[in-house]
């Protein structure tokens, strides 16, 4: 399937109520919002790495979620195309008002997305607050995340 037939997809089987048209024009409008509109034609693997993690948000996008949750959504990409993904996942934050749950080792990340970060250890929760609260904790184990 071509990637706007990937963004119809789950709108067929999700929102059977909604016109043809209607259909199209959130497909549109979600590549649009992602930075995708002129590859709405092209097969999967014509995308890169970057336009595959660009392509999935916007499969879920379309379908207009209240919350989204991202895993690693910068791993294995160069820092340019992280940095574009982080930026991303910021708008889509604000456009959309949808909040994110964000699971991520990539402080760069967590500080451009987020508002709380909770820090797990053992699968307990040892910290939560802001970037800026963190990076300052009086314990020195859980600066050193920050470093």
């Known amino acids: 399937m071509t990637l706007a ?13 909604i016109s043809r048209a209607e259909k199209e ?18 097969m999967p693997a014509e995308l890169s790495g970057g336009m595959h993690k660009r392509a999935g948000l916007a499969r879920t ?16 990409l160069d820092p340019y195309t992280s940095r574009d993904i982080n930026d991303l996942i910021f708008r889509v934050q604000k456009i959309y008002n949808v909040s994110s749950i964000v699971v991520t ?14 820090i797990l250890q053992n699968g307990n929760f040892i910290a939560m607050g802001s970037y800026d609260e963190l990076e300052h904790h009086s314990d020195e184990m859980i600066r050193n995340y920050f470093i």
């Open 105 to 118: 080792h990539d402080m760069k990340c967590a500080r451009k997305v987020s508002d709380r970060i909770v």
């Open 61 to 76: 996008l379309v379908l207009q979620p209240e919350i989204i949750l991202y895993d690693e959504p910068t791993t294995g």
């Open 25 to 42: 024009n959130l497909v549109e409008e979600t590549l649009k919002s992602v930075d995708l509109l002129d590859a709405r034609d092209k």
């Open 5 to 17: 037939e990937n963004l119809m997809f789950p709108l067929n089987r999700n929102k059977p109520g």
